[in-house]
């Protein structure tokens, strides 16, 4: 239901109506961008931002918390089988 | 880009995808509750990667799939209007009312305009003082803070020529109905992280206490979905129930509360039709009697509208996980990309049109 | 009116008179005084060659050995001027790898025009300032023309459609059809931003940042590839409107024979690819004005990536997967985490999602 992609915040300033408005850059290619639901956001943050509103700061230690999760999920057999099956099978949702 | 590429690696998801396959012992139904979530599932085929052993259901977080028929053919009411500038996202211009779409209606000279922000709307009434202009307002609680903001932005400008068509749905209420449900197949979720960056994730605590099972708020890219399909699996096979937060880089517990206090000044509770499934209590968001000077559906008089949907979708029962596309009489016939009768087959990761395609790479390897 | 073609420097020196008038009047379409003085102020000086120069119905051409290619397209783009190119250089371009990707070497073009009332000289001569530039870049004359004009209100400013012709050599054989399991596919560079900087500049959807169209003429790439491989170069497709998912596809089915190809080589540049994710969008079915798709012959593979690497346009070429006998007239793609996915056509065009 919602696309939310992360960007670096490059500029934050109030708008005319004193909403904190400013910019956000994905890849290098920056759109306008509003901050009023992560008003403690500070320009060089990464932001996941949803139809140009920043809806979550994203946390740097957290990040990598996935990478974490897979040293904590041990010894695994079977690391070989990672080519997708020959024939994909149709008994399944997708 | 940064916290995206890092969590797109295959060595990572091999391990990943060796450890669901240790671990899953027993067969398992899990749902991706997001439209979001089934985009990358199918976009990097983890759903033909994971075992037998767990049934991938996709879940009906997708506002393309629930807005409900009334409402869309109400939308192209209001879209052929001459003084009216609609604007929506780029997913709603193709999904099907009882007789046609937002591009047909463009196409016979209504003036309909794809936005990529409601503020984006603001800016065309802002723009246009001499023309209505009206924002297809759908989507989840992900979607809602934007919405609201649009709204209250439109209020503080003075501007009386902006309205909202609002389609709000809420992703609790619906989980709780397919609990219910007594032929329910779903044994653990995989929640919305969008969602949850928006809400937080106390309100599905009382969900996995009450039906005792596992959710797990989880993140869009690849590894977030192995991650969070392996801790749901881990739990089942373990017995456990409760909420497991694995998007942590972007979800608290709280949520963002600036956005959770502006929706709640704008919009309110309310019962909401989800298509194809029927109306679920307390599952919508209308505006407040204070802010309905911006309800299109009062603003523009288009007669009483009664859509019906046809006889031979079985999208609800799809949208639930009960019956599987291919069982449906039209799939493939009366119902194709190019000519759907129901949701699912309109957006490329709805159910039906994936398993068109499966299926058609199927024909050809027999 | 000198006979400059094939120097880059082509027209340069011929300072476009200026117009009496500032905006396209209903007779400038009229064959009448207004029409000759549209042709011969702006229209014969700026393509300046000597088989316009006759002003002639049409032209006459010598041609040389080969058999004849002839491709025609028409440009409605809008805005007519976007990052990276306009219109005018468009028109050229694309006209000129079509014939490219028929294995043609460019002989000449036709230009049609049709212009709204009311529409500024001004923007009219520097459009055809950049199509005379483009033209003159790939050495090719624009022999003929036509000018419509028609009532305000009617068009959309500009339209224009190009013609060509070209010859193609002796041991070229180019088609669809010809593509076999164990062919490589081969293409010439970073995929999508044509289409993203149309995009980027259309109201509601505004974009800031670096993204330029890939416009560009494709037939020196693809000459130096077909001296060098003659018959082994199997299939040319410049990958416009539905990208590179949509050519592949009609390659698929037109030959029946599967094509695999590996997301991890998919080339995109960081700009193109942050603006395609906030938008939603799939860079394989965003269009390219300047990006070639060459299926050769396996044991070929390498020296012609190599050959394209060292070319100004296809620097950043990559071997981007593979003909197959698995699964005929369907297009997978292999995941950067080895999952695989059916590539289908789009039912409409692709349009930005939030979902």
Same mark, same amino acid.
């Given at each position: 239901m919602c696309l939310g992609v992360p960007g670096q915040v490059i500029e934050v300033v109030p708008n005319a109506l004193g909403i904190p408005t400013g910019k956000v850059s994905f890849g290098g290619v920056v759109k306008e961008v509003c901050f009023a639901y992560t008003p403690e956001v500070a320009v060089g943050d990464y932001v996941v931002v949803h139809v140009g509103f920043s809806i979550s700061t994203i946390d740097e230690e957290e990040a990598k918390q996935v990478f974490a999760y897979l040293e904590e999920i041990g010894d695994l057999e079977g690391?070989?089988?990672?080519?997708?099956?020959?024939s994909p099978r149709s008994d399944r949702e997708g | 880009m940064r916290f995206v590429d890092?969590?797109?690696?295959g060595e990572e998801a091999a391990r990943l995808l060796a450890a669901i396959r240790r671990d899953a012992v027993h067969p398992w139904s899990l749902m991706e509750v997001c439209g979001g979530q089934t985009h990358t599932l199918i976009r990097s085929g983890i759903d033909r990667l994971l075992p037998e052993t767990i049934s991938l259901i996709h879940g009906p977080g997708c506002p393309v799939c629930v807005t409900p028929l009334e409402l869309i053919d109400r939308a192209l009411a209001i879209a052929r209007l001459p003084e009216v500038i609609f604007t929506s996202f780029?997913?709603?211009?193709?999904v099907p009312g009882s007789t046609t779409d937002l591009l047909a209606v463009k196409a016979d000279g209504g003036d309909v305009r794809m936005v990529y922000s409601p503020l984006d709307a603001v800016k065309l009434a802002q723009k246009h003082p001499e023309r209505q202009v009206v924002f297809f307002? &759908?989507?989840f609680e992900t979607t809602a803070p934007a919405n609201a903001m649009a709204v209250w932005q439109a209020r503080q400008l003075g501007l009386d020529n902006f309205s909202i068509l609002c389609s709000h749905v809420l992703v609790p209420p619906a989980m709780e109905a397919i609990l219910a449900s007594?032929?329910?197949? &779903?044994?653990?979720f995989l929640a919305a992280g969008h969602v949850c960056a928006v809400m937080?994730?106390?309100?599905?605590e009382p969900i996995a206490e009450r039906h005792r099972i596992p959710i797990t708020v989880t993140g869009f890219e690849p590894l977030d979905l192995l991650e969070g399909i392996h801790r749901t699996v881990c739990a089942l096979e373990q017995g456990r129930h409760g909420v497991e937060n694995q998007y942590v880089r972007a979800v608290t517990r709280d949520g963002s509360l600036p956005a959770q206090a502006r929706v709640a000044e704008v919009f309110e509770v309310c019962d909401r039709k989800w298509r194809g499934i029927g109306t679920i209590p307390a599952s919508g968001l209308a505006l407040r009697p204070e802010w309905r000077a911006f309800d299109a559906e009062r603003r523009f008089e288009v007669g009483a509208l009664t859509a019906e949907e046809?006889?031979?979708?079985i999208a609800g029962d799809v949208l639930r996980g009960r019956r599987k596309p291919h069982e449906c009489t039209a799939f493939g016939r009366q119902c194709t990309p190019e000519r759907p009768l129901g949701a699912p087959m309109v957006s490329n990761e709805g159910a039906c049109a994936a398993y068109y395609r499966y299926g058609r790479l199927e024909e050809t390897r027999r | 009116m000198s006979d400059e073609r094939g120097d880059p420097a082509f027209g340069a020196a011929c300072p476009l008179p200026l117009a009496d008038y500032p905006a396209v009047q209903l007779a400038h379409g009229g064959g009448g005084r207004l029409t000759q003085r549209l042709i011969a102020e702006l229209l014969a000086p700026a393509f300046d060659n000597p088989l316009l120069a006759t002003l002639h119905d049409g032209a006459v051409l010598d041609l040389p050995a080969g058999r004849l290619a002839f491709t025609t397209d028409s440009y409605v783009v809008?805005?007519?001027?976007f990052p990276g190119g306009d219109i005018g250089s468009l028109a050229v371009h694309g006209t000129v790898n079509d014939l490219a990707m028929c294995g043609a070497r460019p002989l000449a073009l036709s230009c049609g025009l049709i212009l709204e009332e009311g529409f500024p000289m001004a923007t009219l001569r520097a459009l055809i300032g950049s199509m005379r530039d483009a033209a003159a870049r790939v050495g090719v004359p624009v022999a003929t023309g036509d000018t419509k004009v028609v009532d305000?209100?009617?068009?959309?400013?500009l339209y224009v459609n190009t013609a060509g012709i070209g010859v193609v050599p002796q041991g070229v054989e180019i088609a669809p059809?010809?593509?076999?399991?164990g062919d490589v596919v081969l293409l010439s560079g970073p995929i999508a931003a044509h289409g993203v900087a149309i995009l980027s500049v259309r109201e509601g959807l505004e974009l800031d940042g670096p993204i330029v169209s890939d416009?560009?003429?494709?037939h020196d790439l693809v000459a130096r590839l077909l001296e060098r491989f003659g018959d082994r170069v199997h299939v040319l497709r410049d990958p416009?409107?539905?990208?590179v998912a949509s050519a592949l596809h009609e390659i698929a089915g037109a030959a029946g024979v599967g094509i695999r190809i590996e997301e991890t080589r998919i080339p995109i540049e960081e700009s193109v690819r942050g603006a395609c994710e906030i938008l939603g969008l799939?860079?394989?079915?965003v269009a390219n004005e300047g990006r070639a798709l060459a299926l050769v012959a396996r044991e070929t593979a390498e020296e012609a990536l190599d050959l394209w690497r060292g070319h100004e346009l296809g620097r950043?070429?990559?071997?981007?997967g593979e003909v197959v006998a698995?699964?005929?007239?369907a297009v997978t793609l292999r995941s950067s985490i080895g999952g695989l996915r059916v590539v289908d056509l789009l039912s409409g065009e692709q349009l930005p999602r939030i979902c």
């Amino acid at each position: 239901m919602c696309l939310g992609v992360p960007g670096q915040v490059i500029e934050v300033v109030p708008n005319a109506l004193g909403i904190p408005t400013g910019k956000v850059s994905f890849g290098g290619v920056v759109k306008e961008v509003c901050f009023a639901y992560t008003p403690e956001v500070a320009v060089g943050d990464y932001v996941v931002v949803h139809v140009g509103f920043s809806i979550s700061t994203i946390d740097e230690e957290e990040a990598k918390q996935v990478f974490a999760y897979l040293e904590e999920i041990g010894d695994l057999e079977g690391l070989d089988q990672v080519e997708p099956p020959a024939s994909p099978r149709s008994d399944r949702e997708g | 880009m940064r916290f995206v590429d890092e969590y797109r690696g295959g060595e990572e998801a091999a391990r990943l995808l060796a450890a669901i396959r240790r671990d899953a012992v027993h067969p398992w139904s899990l749902m991706e509750v997001c439209g979001g979530q089934t985009h990358t599932l199918i976009r990097s085929g983890i759903d033909r990667l994971l075992p037998e052993t767990i049934s991938l259901i996709h879940g009906p977080g997708c506002p393309v799939c629930v807005t409900p028929l009334e409402l869309i053919d109400r939308a192209l009411a209001i879209a052929r209007l001459p003084e009216v500038i609609f604007t929506s996202f780029g997913d709603m211009l193709r999904v099907p009312g009882s007789t046609t779409d937002l591009l047909a209606v463009k196409a016979d000279g209504g003036d309909v305009r794809m936005v990529y922000s409601p503020l984006d709307a603001v800016k065309l009434a802002q723009k246009h003082p001499e023309r209505q202009v009206v924002f297809f307002a &759908v989507g989840f609680e992900t979607t809602a803070p934007a919405n609201a903001m649009a709204v209250w932005q439109a209020r503080q400008l003075g501007l009386d020529n902006f309205s909202i068509l609002c389609s709000h749905v809420l992703v609790p209420p619906a989980m709780e109905a397919i609990l219910a449900s007594p032929d329910n197949r &779903v044994q653990g979720f995989l929640a919305a992280g969008h969602v949850c960056a928006v809400m937080g994730y106390r309100e599905y605590e009382p969900i996995a206490e009450r039906h005792r099972i596992p959710i797990t708020v989880t993140g869009f890219e690849p590894l977030d979905l192995l991650e969070g399909i392996h801790r749901t699996v881990c739990a089942l096979e373990q017995g456990r129930h409760g909420v497991e937060n694995q998007y942590v880089r972007a979800v608290t517990r709280d949520g963002s509360l600036p956005a959770q206090a502006r929706v709640a000044e704008v919009f309110e509770v309310c019962d909401r039709k989800w298509r194809g499934i029927g109306t679920i209590p307390a599952s919508g968001l209308a505006l407040r009697p204070e802010w309905r000077a911006f309800d299109a559906e009062r603003r523009f008089e288009v007669g009483a509208l009664t859509a019906e949907e046809s006889p031979l979708c079985i999208a609800g029962d799809v949208l639930r996980g009960r019956r599987k596309p291919h069982e449906c009489t039209a799939f493939g016939r009366q119902c194709t990309p190019e000519r759907p009768l129901g949701a699912p087959m309109v957006s490329n990761e709805g159910a039906c049109a994936a398993y068109y395609r499966y299926g058609r790479l199927e024909e050809t390897r027999r | 009116m000198s006979d400059e073609r094939g120097d880059p420097a082509f027209g340069a020196a011929c300072p476009l008179p200026l117009a009496d008038y500032p905006a396209v009047q209903l007779a400038h379409g009229g064959g009448g005084r207004l029409t000759q003085r549209l042709i011969a102020e702006l229209l014969a000086p700026a393509f300046d060659n000597p088989l316009l120069a006759t002003l002639h119905d049409g032209a006459v051409l010598d041609l040389p050995a080969g058999r004849l290619a002839f491709t025609t397209d028409s440009y409605v783009v809008r805005p007519l001027v976007f990052p990276g190119g306009d219109i005018g250089s468009l028109a050229v371009h694309g006209t000129v790898n079509d014939l490219a990707m028929c294995g043609a070497r460019p002989l000449a073009l036709s230009c049609g025009l049709i212009l709204e009332e009311g529409f500024p000289m001004a923007t009219l001569r520097a459009l055809i300032g950049s199509m005379r530039d483009a033209a003159a870049r790939v050495g090719v004359p624009v022999a003929t023309g036509d000018t419509k004009v028609v009532d305000r209100g009617k068009g959309d400013g500009l339209y224009v459609n190009t013609a060509g012709i070209g010859v193609v050599p002796q041991g070229v054989e180019i088609a669809p059809t010809r593509a076999r399991p164990g062919d490589v596919v081969l293409l010439s560079g970073p995929i999508a931003a044509h289409g993203v900087a149309i995009l980027s500049v259309r109201e509601g959807l505004e974009l800031d940042g670096p993204i330029v169209s890939d416009s560009a003429p494709l037939h020196d790439l693809v000459a130096r590839l077909l001296e060098r491989f003659g018959d082994r170069v199997h299939v040319l497709r410049d990958p416009t409107r539905g990208g590179v998912a949509s050519a592949l596809h009609e390659i698929a089915g037109a030959a029946g024979v599967g094509i695999r190809i590996e997301e991890t080589r998919i080339p995109i540049e960081e700009s193109v690819r942050g603006a395609c994710e906030i938008l939603g969008l799939d860079p394989l079915y965003v269009a390219n004005e300047g990006r070639a798709l060459a299926l050769v012959a396996r044991e070929t593979a390498e020296e012609a990536l190599d050959l394209w690497r060292g070319h100004e346009l296809g620097r950043g070429a990559v071997a981007l997967g593979e003909v197959v006998a698995d699964h005929p007239g369907a297009v997978t793609l292999r995941s950067s985490i080895g999952g695989l996915r059916v590539v289908d056509l789009l039912s409409g065009e692709q349009l930005p999602r939030i979902c």
